[in-house]
T-cell receptor, first 113, second 110 residues
Framework: EAEVAQSPRYKITEKSQAVAFWCDPI?????LYWYRQILGQGPELLVQ????????DSQLPKDRFSAERLKGVDSTLKIQPAELGDSAMYLC???????????FGPGTRLTVT | GQSLEQPSEVTAVEGAIVQINCTYQ??????LSWYQQHDGGAPTFLSY????GLEETGRFSSFLSRSDSYGYLLLQELQMKDSASYFC???????????FGKGTTLSVSS
């Protein structure tokens, strides 16, 4: 069964350092999402891609966060510099086009110290 | 503003039936989705309602009333493995990202 892959699964970094997360969506899924989930809350959208184009990045803190999906397949989310408040689970999801049905990866749990 | 309201916690025993309600207030509405998330796991899709009425998928059913901005997830014949967090989520329009509620933690005991 096809799955969304993410790496690393866990990341501990010091504040002011740079971190990067990688996501490989299910093959053929044109839509890719990055969400952030704080413990006890629901996922919140950071950025949405349709193929290689950004569709929605209105909630992405662009002063420190960046995301790319250069060839319309895998994607990278970067934070520079990391802040203590960035500690959260970062989830990647993909969809074949039906936005209501999204397939999530296992996530990257980021701890900023 | 946009908001989804659902109870924070629900407890039940094995074999019982439980209903998790969700009310929403969003600018634009395309449909209501439900996701399950076990501790430490990723959210997984359960069901979707675009039109009023009940959708049934095995032990799980989901209901939507667009006029009331309300929906619920119904879990029947509860099993221990159903202990998880359940999120309702709203889409503005086809293909857009979802807005998730804060989730309901369901604890099933024997």
């Amino acid at each position: 069964e096809a799955e969304v892959a993410q790496s690393p699964r866990y990341k501990i970094t010091e504040k002011s350092q740079a971190v990067a997360f990688w996501c490989d969506p299910i093959s053929g899924h044109a839509t890719l999402y990055w969400y952030r989930q704080i413990l006890g809350q629901g996922p919140e959208l950071l950025v949405q891609f349709q193929d290689e184009s950004v569709v929605d990045d209105s909630q992405l803190p662009k002063d420190r966060f960046s995301a790319e999906r250069l060839k319309g397949v895998d994607s990278t989310l970067k934070i520079q510099p990391a802040e203590l408040g960035d500690s959260a689970m970062y989830l990647c999801a993909s969809s074949p086009g039906r936005g209501y049905e999204q397939y999530f990866g296992p996530g990257t749990r980021l701890t900023v110290t | 503003g946009q908001s989804l309201e659902q109870p924070s916690e629900v407890t039940a025993v094995e074999g019982a039936i439980v209903q998790i309600n969700c009310t929403y207030q969003t600018s634009g509405f395309y449909g209501l989705s439900w996701y399950q998330q076990h501790d430490g796991g990723a959210p997984t899709f359960l069901s979707y309602n675009a039109l009023d009425g009940l959708e049934e998928t095995g032990r799980f059913s989901s209901f939507l009333s667009r006029s009331d901005s309300y929906g619920y997830l119904l879990l029947q014949e509860l099993q221990m493995k159903d202990s998880a967090s359940y999120f309702c989520a709203v889409g503005h329009q086809a293909g857009t990202a979802l807005i998730f509620g804060k989730g309901t933690t369901l604890s099933v005991s024997s």
